[in-house]
T-cell receptor
Framework: DSGVTQTPKHLITATGQRVTLRCSPR?????VYWYQQSLDQGLQFLIQ???????AKGNILERFSAQQFPDLHSELNLSSLELGDSALYFC?????????????FGPGTRLLVL | AQTVTQSQPEMSVQEAETVTLSCTYD???????LFWYKQPPSRQMILVIR??????QNATENRFSVNFQKAAKSFSLKISDSQLGDTAMYFC????????????FGKGTRLSVIA
């Protein structure tokens, strides 16, 4: 158990819908990262937050947004969902801003868009 | 751009044998960290081992060790006494030690440990 929690574990929805994925980092970690893993693919970095502020952006679609709240949990919002958004979404956390900080991953949320 | 290459999409090894997974990376930076993550069928991402680029000594963690060749930009993972529970996808990754940069992952090597 990495100490990072993600809810829900599974999500099935329809095209055009909007969903919210939630992540709670390890106790003491200030950075949260979101990654997308499509079937048989590596992990693609989406976005990073540090202590409530956006710090880095990767290949995140405009239909996707995220935020980190004062209690440091983070939410990833996916809207106008398409079939291709079906993937495993990971949240990871680290103590610092990514400066050598090891990232610990949550169990992921499996999203299926029908 | 930083890239990570894992040239072996699939590998297999007999139980109790030793196997080495390859990883090369490309960066112009000098200060960075390297990682191997394991993803078993449950798809949980589990940290296996970490290496600081400024350290010459290769990292070890029980049956897992790395061969870090900085000049060659190579970072291979050796698994000794392979166990059935080692069956997983293994991802090599690195991060620049300058803040606000993400982990860059390779595409992974699928390892099967055969009884």
């Amino acid at each position: 158990d990495s100490g990072v929690t993600q809810t829900p574990k599974h999500l099935i929805t329809a095209t055009g819908q909007r969903v919210t994925l939630r992540c709670s980092p390890r106790s003491g970690d200030l950075s949260v990262y979101w990654y997308q893993q499509s079937l048989d693919q590596g992990l693609q970095f989406l976005i990073q937050y540090y202590n409530g502020e956006e710090r880095a952006k990767g290949n995140i679609l405009e239909r996707f947004s995220a935020q980190q709240f004062p209690d440091l949990h983070s939410e990833l919002n996916l809207s106008s969902l398409e079939l291709g958004d079906s993937a495993l979404y990971f949240c990871a956390s680290s103590v610092g801003q990514g400066i050598g900080g090891t990232q610990y991953f949550g169990p992921g949320t499996r999203l299926l868009v029908l | 751009a930083q890239t990570v290459t894992q040239s072996q999409p699939e590998m297999s090894v007999q139980e109790a044998e030793t196997v080495t997974l390859s990883c090369t990376y490309d960066t112009s930076e000098n200060n960075y960290y390297l990682f191997w993550y394991k993803q078993p069928p449950s798809r949980q991402m589990i940290l296996v081992i970490r290496q600081e680029a400024y350290k010459q000594q290769n990292a070890t963690e029980n049956r897992f060790s790395v061969n870090f060749q900085k000049a060659a930009k190579s970072f291979s993972l050796k698994i000794s006494d392979s166990q059935l529970g080692d069956t997983a996808m293994y991802f090599c990754a690195f991060i620049i030690n300058s803040g606000n940069t993400p982990l860059v992952f390779g595409k992974g090597t699928r390892l099967s440990v055969i009884a």
